[in-house]
C-alpha cells in the first residue's frame, strides 16, 4: 500500500464543542492517558486550523453555532476527510443517532459520557484513523500518477485492467502491437511503476476509476 509519511504519525483527537468545560474536560482526560487532543470552539475554528492530512479522530457536538455536527460532518464527507467521526451530544436521540450513523459518524456517545466507555471508543478508533489516513494517502498518490497519462494511455491502461493482451489491445483500438507495448511503457515510466502489473493491483486495490 503506497502512503505518505502523515500517516505514520501518532493520531490526534479533534474535539469541536462550544462548551468549554467539556472540551477541556475532555482534552484533560484524553492527555491524562498520553493521547493528543486539540479542542476548537465552533466548526469554522476547526475548519480553520486543523491539518487534513494528520491521522485524527473527530468528536462532534451537535448544536452549534453557525454550524451544527451534522453540518459540519456532511463538509468533511464532501471534503473526503477520511478522520472516524463520533458525535458526543446532551441532545442525542434515536433519529438523531441514526442519522449520524447512517452519514458515516463510527460511534454515538450521550453526555455526560462515562468516561471509560469515551476511552474505549476513542483508542479504538485512533487505530481505525491510522489505516484510514494510510488508505486515503495510498489513493490519492495513485491517483495523481493516473492523472500523469493521456487520454490514450488512460485508454490502454483500462485494457490492460480488463486483462486483454497486447494482441487484443491492437484489435480493439485499430493500432499496431508496438504502439501499444509503446503506450505500456510510457504508462510502467509515466507512474513510476515497477511493473505495469504492480500498477494495476494498485488501481484495484484502491478501487481507483482510470
Same mark, same amino acid.
Given at each position: 500500500?503506497?502512503?505518505?509519511?502523515?500517516?505514520?504519525?501518532?493520531?490526534? &483527537?479533534?474535539?469541536?464543542?462550544?462548551?468549554?468545560?467539556?472540551?477541556?474536560?475532555?482534552?484533560?482526560? /484524553?492527555e491524562s492517558v498520553g493521547i493528543q487532543a486539540l479542542s476548537?470552539?465552533?466548526?469554522?475554528?476547526? %475548519?480553520?486550523?486543523?491539518?487534513?492530512?494528520?491521522?485524527?479522530?473527530?468528536? /462532534?457536538?451537535?448544536?452549534?453555532?453557525?454550524?451544527?455536527?451534522?453540518?459540519? *460532518?456532511?463538509?468533511?464527507?464532501?471534503?473526503?476527510?477520511? !478522520?472516524?467521526?463520533?458525535?458526543?451530544?446532551?441532545?442525542?436521540?434515536?433519529?438523531?443517532? &441514526?442519522?449520524? =450513523?447512517?452519514?458515516? !459518524?463510527?460511534?454515538?456517545?450521550?453526555?455526560?459520557?462515562?468516561? *471509560?466507555?469515551? %476511552?474505549?471508543?476513542? *483508542?479504538?478508533? %485512533?487505530?481505525? !484513523?491510522?489505516?484510514?489516513?494510510?488508505?486515503? !494517502?495510498?489513493?490519492?498518490?495513485?491517483?495523481?500518477?493516473i492523472d500523469t497519462l493521456t487520454e490514450r494511455e488512460r485508454?490502454?491502461?483500462?485494457?490492460?485492467?480488463?486483462?486483454?493482451?497486447?494482441? %487484443?489491445?491492437?484489435?480493439?483500438?485499430?493500432?499496431?502491437?508496438?504502439?501499444?507495448?509503446?503506450?505500456?511503457?510510457?504508462?510502467?515510466?509515466?507512474?513510476?511503476?515497477?511493473?505495469?502489473?504492480?500498477?494495476?493491483?494498485? &488501481?484495484? =486495490?484502491?478501487?481507483i476509476t482510470v
Amino acid at each position: 500500500m503506497t502512503s505518505t509519511e502523515p500517516a505514520h504519525q501518532d493520531p490526534v &483527537v479533534h474535539i469541536v464543542d462550544d462548551d468549554e468545560d467539556l472540551r477541556q474536560s475532555l482534552v484533560f482526560l /484524553l492527555e491524562s492517558v498520553g493521547i493528543q487532543a486539540l479542542s476548537y470552539p465552533d466548526a469554522t475554528s476547526f %475548519l480553520d486550523e486543523f491539518d487534513a492530512d494528520e491521522p485524527a479522530v473527530v468528536i /462532534l457536538d451537535i448544536r452549534m453555532p453557525e454550524m451544527s455536527g451534522f453540518q459540519l *460532518q456532511e463538509r468533511l464527507l464532501s471534503d473526503g476527510y477520511p !478522520a472516524p467521526v463520533i458525535f458526543c451530544s446532551a441532545h442525542g436521540d434515536i433519529p438523531m443517532s &441514526v442519522r449520524a =450513523l447512517k452519514h458515516g !459518524a463510527v460511534d454515538f456517545l450521550e453526555k455526560p459520557y462515562q468516561t *471509560q466507555r469515551m %476511552l474505549e471508543v476513542v *483508542q479504538k478508533h %485512533l487505530l481505525e !484513523a491510522r489505516e484510514r489516513f494510510a488508505e486515503h !494517502a495510498g489513493r490519492r498518490e495513485i491517483t495523481r500518477r493516473i492523472d500523469t497519462l493521456t487520454e490514450r494511455e488512460r485508454e490502454v491502461l483500462r485494457l490492460v485492467i480488463d486483462g486483454l493482451s497486447s494482441q %487484443l489491445i491492437a484489435r480493439r483500438l485499430e493500432m499496431s502491437v508496438k504502439t501499444v507495448d509503446v503506450h505500456r511503457a510510457r504508462i510502467k515510466s509515466k507512474t513510476g511503476s515497477e511493473t505495469l502489473g504492480a500498477l494495476v493491483r494498485d &488501481v484495484l =486495490l484502491h478501487r481507483i476509476t482510470v
